[in-house]
């Protein structure tokens, strides 16, 4: 067994509780385009893959002033850069479609890593991972994840539904 180890970026919500950290099926409650920045590590069973990781970047806003006196993007690019210098590596960015949860995301971009490595392609892959809801109900699950916040997403969306 192998493990996979890939960088993500998100903006669903943040759930912590026992065991790994996760992400929800909503936006982060700080605003749609605020993103959380980390690590994972998918063990590679041959047939089956696993989340076995998750590393949130931490972020903490200043209190007085409301600004990030930490962001979670510092130590996202800098470990980024320095595998893309080091390892002399590209990076690929993975974003996953409808009915994916989070850790469908991770694992898919976990296959498709290791399908480039078995390639001879030896790739940094980062996850964009979207608040998609994971679920496949006919109709309903695809209108809910193209939902955006805001008219003008809903604009952009509609002629790519409709």
Not at 137 to 162: N, W
Request: with cysteine; charged share 25%; hydrophobic share 35%.
């Amino acid at each position: 067994m192998t493990d996979i180890d890939l960088f993500y970026l998100t903006n669903r919500n943040l759930i912590s509780g026992a065991g790994n950290p996760t992400f929800g099926n909503s936006f982060n409650p700080d605003a749609s385009a605020g993103l959380r920045y980390g690590r994972a590590t998918v063990s590679d069973g041959g047939a089956s893959l696993k989340v076995r990781t998750v590393t949130v970047y931490e972020e903490r806003k200043d209190p007085q002033t409301g600004s990030f006196a930490v962001k979670g993007s510092t130590p996202f690019l800098t470990n980024v850069y320095r595998q893309m210098m080091d390892g002399q590596r590209d990076t690929v960015m993975f974003v996953h479609g409808f009915n994916t949860t989070f850790e469908d995301a991770l694992i898919a971009g976990a296959r498709l890593k290791r399908g480039l490595t078995r390639r001879g392609v030896d790739v940094n892959l980062v996850v964009f991972t979207w608040p998609s809801d994971g679920e496949a109900l006919p109709f309903v699950s695809y209108f809910r994840d193209r939902e955006e916040p805001g008219p003008r997403a809903r604009r952009l969306a509609a002629p790519l539904c409709g």
